[in-house]
Each structure stands twice: as C-alpha cells, then as structure tokens.
C-alpha cells in the first residue's frame, strides 16, 4: 500500500466516524456536546486564518460571533426572512466590520494588537448592551433576543432534534477545512507565513504584507460570523453576555494554541481535548468546584507553551507520520 | 456646576486608584515588553491578602501594606522565575513574544479560578474597618475619606518607584536592561533576575493598590478582571512603560466614569471609554506621556 492511499483511509476512516457518531451516540447530551465540539473546532479554524498563518494574536473574534448571530436573528424575528439567507448577511457585515478592525490594527506588532482588538469587542458589546433600538432593527439591550421556536424545519435553520445540527456543523467544519488546506498550498498562505514570520524581510520580496492580512482578516470574520448565526439557531437565545463576551474570544485562542496555531489539525486537535474537558467538568463538578475546567486550561496553557510551543499536534503528527512510515515500508520488505 | 466639580474630584480620586492598579502592569511592560494579563489576578491576589490580614487580626487597612507588600512581591518574583523565565529563555532572539503573553493568560485563569475553588464566589467587605463609608466635607462638597487615602497612597507610590528607578544602583540596572537587554547583559547585569526583581515590583504595586482598594470595595474572585481591561486602557492612554503615565492614564478614565453619569446614561461612559482608548491608540499609540517606540 502506498503512503497516499494509507493517509486518504485514515481520512476517509475518520469522515466515516464522523458522519456515523450520531447512530451511535444516542443521548441529547453528549450529542451537544458533540456539537459545540465542532463548533468550537470550526470557530478556531476560521480564527487560525489570522491567528495561525498571519501571525498575530487577535483576541476579539467574540465580535464576529455576535455579528452573525444578530444579522441574522433580527432578519429572522422582524422580517422572516430565513436565517440562511441571513448568515450570509451577517458574514458580509462581519467583512465589513473585520475590515475596519484590521485596517489600522495591523499596522501595530504582538501586545498591541492583541489589546487593540479586545477593545473593538468590548467596544462592540458594551454598544449592543445599550442599544434597545438600532435605527429599525430591535436588539433589545442586554436582554437579548430569544428565538421562538415554532416553525421547524430546514428552511426556517430550526429542528426539534439535536442531529440535523449535528451535521450542519459538521459540514461546515469540512468545508472551511478544506478551504484552510487550500490556502495553507496556495500564494496567499505562503505570503501570509512569511509576513508572520518576518514582515521586514516578506516586504522587502514585494509581499504586499498588509494586504494579504486584511484578505485573511476578511476571510476569517466572514467564517466566524457564519458559526454566529449557528449559534443562535442551536440555542435559540442570544445576548451580549453570551455571544458576545470575551470568554469566548479567549477560549477560541486557547483551543488554537494548545492543539497548535498555524497548523490545520491543531484547532480541532485542541477542540477535542479542551471541549469534552469542560463539558464533563461543568456536568460533573460543576456544584462542587467550579471553576475547575478553567484551571485546567489554564494550567495545560501553561505547559504545552513551555514543552510544545507549536502545539499538541506537533507530537502526534510525528507519531502519525512514523505509523505511516512503518506501514508502508513493512510490506516493500517483504516482497 | 458643583455636582460636576464634586463628581469631578471623585474621578480624580478613584482614578489615582485605577492608576495604581495599572501601575505594575506598566513597569512590568517598560522592562520585560510583555503585557501581563495575569495582573487583574494578582491584583486580586493581593486584595486577598489585605483582605484576610484585616479581617483576621483587626488592625487599620493601610497597616496591612506591612505585610502585603513583601509576600506579593516575592510571589511575583518566583512567579516569574519559576514560570515564565523558561519561555523568555526558549525565545531568546524573540524581540516581543507572544508566547510570554500567552502564559500570562493561563496563569489568569489558574488564578482567578483557583482562588474561586478555595474562597467561593461570595463577595467579601471588611465591614467594621475605620475607613469605611467615611466621608469628608470639603466646601460644600462631600468627598470619601478611603479614597482620599488611596489618592495620596497612589502619589507616594509613583514617587516611590520613580525614586527608585532613578537613584538605586538596581533601578539603574533595571532602566538598562529595559533600554537594551543584550549591552545590558555585557555590562554584567543578569536580564533573567533584573526581569524577576521587575515581575516582582510590579506585584507589589499590585498588592499595594489591592490595600487602597479593600477598605471600600468588594473581593471577589473575579474582581480582577475589572480592573484588567481598565488597566490596559489606562497604560495605553498613558504611555505603556511610563510610571507618570499611568496615574494621569487613570484619572483620565475615573473622570470619564464618574463625570459621564451626568451628562448621559452610566453605561455608555464604558463605551466612551473604549472609543477613547482606540483613538489613542491609533493617532498616537506611544500613549499620551509616552516614550516613543517603534511599533
């Protein structure tokens, strides 16, 4: 068997888990918190985009997720129009907004930029908990919005059962891996790396450095206002806190940077182990000691930044590479 | 117009405080050219402490600073040695890591959640403290008496380190290793202790502002992280690495915070707040007083 045809099993292996879970996996529970999984794997690879390949660490993505999950919450409550059509909205906004965001922000290194985009989030929250009313469009301050769930069914983004989402989730985690693994092989990422890596010597090779960030920015706020709208049709209640808030902006960065930023396996490498982490912890120790799944992250942070700096991924991708060696040189011995 | 003046004294005063507790983050900066997100954390870590030194002996808050001030800055100290040294010496060649940053924040959320575990998420006050609910009447004006106290603990600590740094033979050694780290190191200076010495002063200014804070406001676990944002506004707006900077940075915002109210409702002073902090940091992102760098 040959090296290629061994890797495309394993990943036709590991699609076919996917898709099948759901048969398996039966209860409510774990299938949510399966789903938030993905989402969590998907929210972290649209973040990689300017996290991972360009380099920086943005600590706002939070804002994105609430974009989305607004745009396309208010069309759906005011003018019925199918959440759908309204992620697509949202992530347009999200451009728009990621944009604005990036244009004078990437101009500043490391620190800076982490703090200047805390505060276009902050800023962004602290603005939608204040704004009962938005021209027409009713946001209703920190109360948020809660979506009634009536009208079931594909078109509407809406399902009595956990699956359907399940596998909305789980494609759009495909696609925008498969887009990460193209612009990971393509100019764009190459460029991208380099301007990370070394800005003064990527610009003095005519990289347009600047350009290349704002096309990722651009990218990843559409991606993560996408997820947003997700988000508010899995829970069917959105407010500032929730959507919005800067825990969620950090835990994507978490998840990144222990399963390996810059990489494509890393963010869902790192959302397989720090989602069911917290999960389990809030079911099961949630009364007796809160707090304990953070502490955890925290402490995991910690270590994988002073063993692995690149990540979790790095080990095991070795170790998979060395499987794949051994697979495939046994049976040349052979003959 | 004299509600305006008052509100405006009162910003100033709780200002000075908010300067105080960006003050660490701020030297901290200047010598490692690492923001440290843990340092909402160890401001509550040093609340803690003066919270508990009051509340088990009864002794005035300010006496506290006796006690608060040396353990928090040997727990900068190692806190430093111990954690973050290995990463600053894995990217040795590494001008800004963000790696460093990174760490801060987990040693953020071991910290605010530890001290979740082990005192729960009620909100202590140390109720009979002599300076609490004191007030001052000062021409018609009522002004708090603990942050008065505060106010003129902030001035002294800013003069304190400002002395320091300029006069000692370590403040000396630690000016340099923040100019030039490696003719800093030629000259015989060892960056990794001058970088612990710099972790730990900054924790103490943390514990210090944690004294000033705890005769009238509540500890929590979570506390720090009020302060953690404010504090990143604060040394922004000031100038990040000016000591100066931070207490103007700080009475800019408690001024904003408590002036605002009148003129408009009380939660959008938060959002002028931020919208101020992105100007800032846009038109002149070396701060208001800031020293100039190259970003």
Redesign the interface.
Known sequence: MTRAKLQSLSLLLVGVIAFGLPLVVRSPTYLHILVLLFLYAYLTTSWNLVGGFAGV?PLGHSAFVGIGAYTSTVLALQYGISPWLGMIVGGCLAVVVGVLIGL?TF??????F???T???A??IR??V??IEYLGPFKLNGPRGLQIPPLNTGLTNFMFAEKEPYYYIILVMLIAVLALTWFISRSKLGYYLSAGGEEPEAAMALGVNVARCKLIAMAMSSFLTALAGTFWAQFTLFIHPKSVMS?DVS?EI??IA?IGGRGSIAGPVLGAIILRPVSDLCRIYFGAK????H??I??????LV??FQ?RGLQEPLTKLYHRFLDRMTTQPARAD | MLYVLEDAINGILIGSIYGLTAMGLTVI?GVLK??NFAHGSLLMVGMYAAYWAVALTGIHPYLSLIVVAPVMYCFGYYLQDI?IK??FK??KDVR????V???T??????L???S??IFG?QYRTLQDNPLRGKMLEFGGMMLSVPKLWGFVTALATAAAIYWFFQKTRLGRAIRATSLDREAASLMGINQYRIYNVAFGIGTAIAGIAGVTLVPFYNVF?SVGVLFD?KG??IV?LGGLGSIGGAILGGIIVGVIESVGPQFM?A??T??IV??L??VV??VK?SGLFGVKYD?
């Open positions: 660490l004078p101009k500043m290194r490391g620190a800076y982490a703090l200047a805390i505060a276009f902050e800023g602290v603005m908990e204040n800067l950090f960065a978490f940077l000691l809160p707090g304990l953070l502490i992250f925290g402490v995991l942070l910690i930044m002073i700096p | 900066f690492v923001i954690i290995p990463i894995a990217e800004e890591p963000i790696t940053i990174i760490v924040t987990g040693v953020w959320y071991v605010d959640n530890l979740l575990l998420p676990p944002i990143f506004i922004v409702a939660t959008w938060e959002a931020y919208a902090f992105l940091l846009f992102p970003w």
